[in-house]
């Protein structure tokens, strides 16, 4: 509970504890996997684990009846609203495009993952322009805080103004992006084989690099090591069936024994850390 100083965001989310989900990449077989497409050499088949901090989520897109040309779009729409709709920037987003939205996609001429993500960030890039003047205020306070907030406010109604009347005359112009770049999308082909249903959720970190609210957290991909040769050894052992399921198992009755709390002093012994992550009236 917040009261006692136990939690430091406002709203906190089970993801903290950890969320862990398979790619289904065997479903999309012409676009290649997550792993393959983060700079680290990675090839199709090639185990490996991406470790990725999300802000929220995951926030799901309800879809029945898109059709192809329709679907790009209305990822878009709804990705547009990460952090809010005047946010712009954001570094990353994981995207999980479940299976029959991945047919609807590639029926739409979207054969790669690539592909896709540079559709996304077009297109949110071009829901950016209504929230303009929003976008030029937050930005221009944040670096030139003593400016008078109604200059910022001006400005940018006359852009967003401008890029409006791009947008309806059919040229449309991304002068602040939602996301940084195409390379913002980090997609995976997940979750049941039936159902239209998909979902994103962005992680911290927004703005140009050297800004101080710039790439906050990274995703991180890693190679998955072999499977030690001990746990083969373990299982093919004669007589030891039950130890086995009490090392494999982390249910099994009798293995989950009370802990009682520590006694306390009352007093501090020894260094004490403490953790700011710099938020006006953070706990």
Known sequence: PTSLGTESTTIGTPMKFGMCFAEWEERAPSWEPLAATCGGGFARGQDAVTVFAATSGPVQLVDLN????????????????????????????????????????????????????????????????????????????????????????????????????????????????????PESFRIVVAGGDAGKFSCFMPSFGMGRPGMPTAHMSTPVTLAVEPRPSTLDALAAAPGVASRNEEVLDPQPEGLHEPCPPAARSGGLEGPVALLDISKARGS
């Open 66 to 181: 898109s059709s192809p040309a329709q679907l790009v779009d209305r990822i878009a729409q709804a990705m547009a609203t990460a952090y809010a709709p005047h946010f712009p920037l954001i570094n990353n987003c994981m995207l999980v495009v479940s299976p029959e939205h991945h047919d609807t996609l590639v029926k739409a001429g979207i054969t790669s993952k690539d592909v896709l993500a540079r559709a996304l960030w077009r297109k949110t890039s071009e829901s950016m322009a209504p929230s303009l003047p929003a976008v030029v205020l937050f930005i221009g306070k944040l670096k030139f805080p003593r400016v008078p907030g109604v200059l910022f406010r001006a400005l940018g109604t006359v852009i967003g103004f401008l890029a409006t009347t791009l947008a309806f005359l059919g040229w449309p112009v991304s002068l602040v992006p939602k996301f940084s770049g």
